[in-house]
């Protein structure tokens, strides 16, 4: 096995956990498209049994995740929100979970309308300042769930201050890496007890997958993960867990345009006479642009921004018009997208709760992708005007 531990960020996504093919010497990961494995004997086989416990494809992706988040144990699940599913499954009836009141729509709606019934209580709040999160903890709180950057309003979360909190009062820190890639942030390194991905974004990073990732360091929590994603079967498959692992080589150079993408867009809508507001965490104006310097190597290519006038037609009106920004869900691919959180990706959060976060209705927001910067920006202009 390669040593990854000196191995700098663009080397372990390429060779991060992996080996040639100990079968063939293939230099890509075989796609294990089986079942069942044939047993020498009664308890006596190669490692693999059934491929809902384990697969040599998910195998291999598991551990290349987990090297580049300087962990120790990855588990790959069907979508994120199986990922989110099977951590909030460590709970018991009674727990509470602290959340960042800024987050994906569909995280919200797996705590209020799944987990929320069988006695888990969330508390959303602000954690721009972490002071607040202090007032809320109680003896039943258990897990602290962050976001940073927050979606969709690009808020940042102080994960070390936030993880000395957690280790003091012994609850868990679980960090929603998804907008950052760990080739921007690595929650670990500051004291998360586990990273959770959506891997249909930037580390699938092509549009064409739906997966997410659990990682950690420590070997208790790492059992009981594997102990739920073998029992509720919430598992990818090796066709998409080759796909995570093709798009995990090119991470390191996709991001970078993101981040160099963003950069230009962000500054070229914060001079827009018909922009309002633009939310970016590399903006000097960004409230916790200094942590986020602090704690990320670059400030991706995530950017929202609300309308003069706070229009919602005026918002359909650019969605409407643009070319190169396609409007979908999702976000992460190497294309752009553009959508409008209100009515697409926050809308099973109710509105006046979306509105005391921010999201008003002429939000938008944008996934700049790896295209010639000055054409989205041309696409932009054109649709503003």
Known sequence: MKDHKNMKFATKAIHGGLEPDSATGAVMTPIYQTSTYVQEGVGNHKGYAYSRTSNPTRDALEKNIAVLENGKFGACFGSGLAAID??????????????????????????????????????????????????????NTKLIWVETPTNPMMNIVDIEAISKIAKANNILLAVDNTFATPYLQNPLDLGADIVMHSATKYLGGHSDVV??????????????????????????GPQD???????????????????????????????????????WPGLKSHPNHE???????????????????N?????????????????????????????HPAT???????????EKIGVVDSLIRISVGVEDANDLIADLENALN
């Open 211 to 236: 997966m997410g990732v659990l990682v950690c360091n420590n070997e208790n929590i790492a059992k009981e993960i594997y102990r739920i994603q073998n029992s509720s079967g919430a598992i990818c």
């Open 291 to 309: 942590i986020a310097k602090k704690q990320m190597r670059g400030f991706g290519g995530m950017i929202s921004f609300s309308l003069i006038g």
């Open 311 to 339: 229009k919602m037609e005026d918002a359909h009106a650019v969605l409407n018009k643009v070319q190169l920004f396609m409007l979908a869900e999702s976000l992460g691919g190497v294309e752009s997208l553009i959508g």
């Open 241 to 279: 867990s080759f796909l995570v692992l093709r798009g995990i080589k090119t991470l390191h150079l996709r991001v970078q345009r993101h981040c160099e993408n963003g950069e230009k867009i962000a500054h070229f809508l914060e001079t827009h006479p018909k922009i309002d507001k633009v939310y």
């Open 86 to 139: 099977c951590l909030i499954k460590m709970l018991n009836p009674g727990d509470e979970v602290v959340s960042t009141n800024d987050l994906y729509g569909g995280s919200y709606r797996i705590f209020k309308t799944i987990f929320e019934k069988y006695g888990i209580k969330f508390h959303f709040i602000s954690m721009n300042d972490v002071n607040q999160i202090k007032a809320i903890l109680n003896a």
């Open 344 to 354: 697409m990706t926050h809308a099973a959060i109710p509105k006046e709760e979306r």
